[in-house]
């Protein structure tokens, strides 16, 4: 691997092979520094929180899912962030700059898949999730949940390749996965992937997410900001000349007095 | 008593109970202050604080644009507690959004780092320049009795034009951004709720609000100073109203129409209850209220319709902010009550902020009277001791401040619990097995742990004097199950596979010392037969492991590492790459507990029976 990163890097995993064994978490927490984790009031029952960035997801049946930020194309999370705390790196992942953040939240709430954390319990707090390990993987390494699974079933690569592979493993053996690749098409594409052989639409809220992207739904309003100024401006201004001078020509009330408030009958 | 001081001492005692939930909050964060979790990061501080808060404040850009543009000159004496209602709803809302962000020494980084995609920058710059706006209008009324400030009162009064169309301009924008804010979540806000229009919905409900919020504030401080109440010209602004508010519904059912979603309201359900709640009571009741000239004209009638509308909207945005989000499997959210101490606490002081006003300015077409400078008042006395209070405006302050104070006490009384010792944590719930019977312990949440088959568990130690409260007890503080070790005390010792005794023993093996020593030593271990001279099978002959101990891995062991653990550690230890493959032992199967591991049954050495425990179940 050059120094550079090539193409948008990306996770390919096939909960097929996951053995539930969650190296992927432990590895996680050893490269990112990550303290021990208790269950607390505000966790949810995926087991992802603020100190665990990657978990397994045990599904009625024996399949293990593993949730992590999926770094989308075009993710919610950064176009919402008011301060650019969240920007997309060069390799695609999503990261965090904590000294921006000012603790808005409203991060977790536009993501899709609910992924980032929140130190509820510190009272300096963070956002934490995924960040793709990004460090290393601009030096040429890779996260360390794929270097850590044993089996094989979370892969790294750029996204095209994953896309391939992951096309061909299904077209291999149809029978054994649903013929979706999650993360493809939804919300625009994500660079976290995954084939299965269960539906992983519990993932999103239980919704299957169409490939608008989030950012695109806000888009529109927000391209109207300066216009809708511009406009209202104009036309209060308008409305203000128009009634000023027909009241003026009726004569039916003196000027109105807007130089030196009348100050309701006070002292002015 | 009257009214104002009781008003009054209520609003100290709120903010005294809030400021202990205040400090609170910095000092142990927001989970030991909210009721706030992973999957609901928004609650009643959004909700009402600042979405609430921003269009309660709507009322200063509507009666500005009445009196200033529109030229309803008849509307001017209520313009001005408008605009300070306004402006103090805008600080307000900055002071209450420093208690929900969780870094609010930060706030000011929206001024530095900029994301102009983002709506929330959006409204935090309008909220910022729509607040500097507010105050330059409201500027020239505490200038106008300093003789030395005529100058700047007179640039100002010049100015008004331009800050009323600017902070007209500011206030749709952002109260309709307002609504941009939740366009990007259509997965996650109810469908009843959601809509792309959101921005304009909000924007149409913001001016309705603010007729509503004008009239409201208005009879209620002429209510408090028992002042004449000026309905008739509350009546002339609301004409008006009816037609915002059926707009509003008429534009809400068409886009619910357009979007298909009609179909939602006859799926029942308290969300759709909600929405019907919020529609007729507080939209469609009020239209009629204000509708009717009669009722338009009766000073309660009209009082009713006005905080019913705000309600409505209010709950509207609140309703948006959080409480209509789709569930993620964890439990409805309701506000602690820290929270709401906070927000009432937020809404107090700046009620008191606007009593304090309104009496020491020109707000009002005259100034109200503060009951505690009446000269005449007769003096009191503390009713115990008979002590003199002081003059009436000393013991109204003792009063407040006794209220806070003490009130401040109650609060860090209710507080200093559980909830802040233990940083937030409280007992999480049983939750059953998922999965089936097997449940994946994993106490230090470092990602190890243990298949724990609880049914079998139950099972086994029934048969025993056992019971539920055996494990499951509540003997030290934030204890609430025992740990495995408690009765596998010896799971971090390896044990001897070998049974001597069994071997020895003529009931069992039947063996003679010598059968396996050798003669002539001291005999130990050492010098032993190993296993497999007798169980010849024991090691398939195409089995890759070699036997060099007997001793068998201790639980924490075995378990702990899950297998995988051994396995991988042997794969380096013997070179051999293939032993950490799942299919070394799961072959098709991908379930821990079910694994297909023992598939070599241990059979016994020619001539020797088992004792029953060892034989294959």
């Known amino acids: ?268 | 008593m009257n009214r104002a001081r009781t008003l009054k001492t209520v609003l100290w005692t709120i903010t005294g109970f809030a400021a202990a939930v205040a400090l609170t909050r910095f000092v142990f964060g927001l989970g030991a202050t909210t009721n706030l979790t992973d999957g609901v990061p928004w609650g009643f501080w959004i909700g009402f604080d600042v979405m609430g808060g921003v269009a309660l404040a709507a009322g200063g850009f509507v009666l500005t644009a009445f009196v200033y543009i529109f030229k309803r000159e008849e509307l001017h004496p209520i313009v001005r507690p408008a605009v300070l209602t306004a402006f103090l709803g805008y600080l307000a809302v900055i002071f209450g959004l420093l208690f929900d962000l969780g870094l609010p020494w930060n706030i000011w980084h929206m001024i530095v780092w900029w994301n102009p995609h983002s709506p929330l920058f959006e409204v935090g710059w309008c909220v910022m320049l729509y607040t500097s706006v507010l105050a330059l209008e409201f500027l020239p009324v505490p200038l106008e009795d300093q003789p030395r400030w005529q100058s700047i009162h007179r640039f100002l009064s010049k100015l008004r034009i331009p800050l009323v169309i600017t902070g007209i301009s500011l206030s749709t924008l952002h109260q309709s951004s307002l609504g941009t804010l939740f366009t990007i979540m259509p997965y996650r806000v109810h469908p009843l709720w959601y809509s792309p229009i959101l921005p304009i919905l909000f924007f149409l409900s913001a001016v309705m609000l603010g007729l509503f919020m004008v009239t409201f504030e208005s009879e209620t401080t002429s209510w408090i100073y028992k002042k004449k109440p000026e309905t008739h010209l509350l009546a002339k602004l609301n004409k008006a109203t009816p037609f915002i508010i059926g707009l509003y519904i008429l534009v809400r059912f068409i886009d619910l129409g357009v979007r298909g979603q009609l179909g939602v309201l006859a799926e029942g359900g308290w969300q759709v209850g909600m929405f019907w709640v919020e529609i007729l009571a507080f939209m469609a009741l009020p239209l009629l209220l204000m509708a009717i000239p009669k009722s338009r004209n009766n000073t309660n009638l009209l009082w009713t319709a006005s905080w019913l509308g705000v309600f409505g909207v209010v709950l509207n945005r609140i309703n948006t902010g959080g409480l209509m989000h789709q569930g993620r499997g964890v439990e409805a959210y309701l506000p602690g009550w820290t929270e709401i101490a906070i927000s009432i606490g937020v809404v107090s002081a700046a009620a008191l902020v606007f009593l304090f006003v309104i009496e020491h300015f020109n707000i009002l077409d005259a100034r109200p009277v503060d009951p505690e400078k009446a000269p005449t008042e007769k003096p009191h006395f503390e009713p115990v001791g008979m002590v003199w209070l002081g003059s009436p405006e000393v013991s109204a302050r003792t009063g407040f401040s006794l209220a806070f104070v003490l009130a401040a006490g109650v609060g860090m009384m209710l507080l200093s619990g559980k909830t802040v010792r233990s940083e937030g944590l409280e007992p999480t719930v049983v939750i059953a097995a998922r999965g089936g019977d097997t449940l994946f312990v994993d106490g230090n949440r470092d990602g190890y742990g243990v298949a724990f088959t609880h049914q079998q568990h139950e099972r086994r130690m029934m048969e025993t004097e056992a019971n539920c409260a055996t494990c499951h007890h509540m003997n030290l503080p934030g204890d609430e199950q025992s740990n495995c070790a408690s009765c596998h005390a010896d799971q971090y010792m390896t044990t001897d596979a070998f049974g001597h005794d069994w071997h020895s023993s003529p009931a069992g093996g039947k063996l003679s010392c010598t059968q396996c020593h050798a003669a002539g030593e001291v005999r130990s271990a050492d010098n032993a037969k190993q296993c497999d001279a007798c169980h010849t099978d024991l090691v398939p002959e195409y089995a890759s492991i070699e036997i060099n101990s007997y001793e068998a891995p201790a639980y924490t062991d075995a378990m702990h590492k899950l297998c995988i653990g051994c396995h991988q550690e042997q794969a380096v230890a013997l070179e051999q790459e293939g032993l950490p493959r799942c299919t070394q032992c799961h072959g098709e199967m991908r379930n821990v507990v079910t694994a297909d591991a023992r598939s070599v049954p241990i059979r016994p050495a020619p001539g020797v029976v088992l004792p029953p425990s060892t034989v294959e179940e």
């Open chain 1, 1 to 268: 691997m050059s120094q550079h990163v090539q193409g948008n890097k990306a996770i390919l995993t096939d909960t097929t092979k996951c053995i539930g064994c969650r190296e992927c978490v432990l590895a996680c927490k050893q490269r990112n520094k990550l303290e021990q984790d208790k269950p607390r009031r505000w966790s949810l029952d995926d087991g992802l929180s603020a100190r665990n960035w990657t978990s397994i997801v045990e599904r009625p049946g024996g399949d293990y899912v593993r949730k992590q930020c999926r770094h989308c194309l075009e993710p919610a999370c950064v176009s919402v962030c008011p301060v650019g705390a969240l920007s997309k790196s060069e390799t695609g992942a999503v990261i965090y700059d904590g000294d921006k953040c000012m603790g808005c939240r409203y991060c977790m709430m536009a993501c899709p898949y609910g992924i980032p954390r929140y130190d509820w319990d510190l009272a300096v707090p963070y956002v934490r999730k995924c960040i793709l390990c990004d460090d290393q993987v601009k030096q040429g390494g890779s996260p360390a949940c794929t270097e850590a699974c044993p089996t094989g079933a979370t892969i790294f690569g750029t996204r095209d390749e994953l896309i391939v592979e992951a096309r061909r493993r299904i077209e291999a053996d149809p029978d054994r996965y649903v013929n979706h690749i999650w993360g493809e098409d939804e919300v625009g594409g994500t660079s976290v992937m995954m084939i299965s052989n269960i539906d992983l639409s519990f993932l999103s809220y239980g919704t299957k997410l169409d490939s608008t992207p989030l950012p695109a739904r806000t888009k529109t309003a927000m391209g109207a900001v300066p216009a809708v100024f511009a406009g209202m401006a104009a036309t209060m201004t308008g409305l203000h000349w128009i009634i000023k001078r027909r009241m003026e020509n009726h004569g039916a009330v003196p000027t109105v007095e807007e130089e030196g408030d009348n100050g309701n009958g006070g002292d002015a």
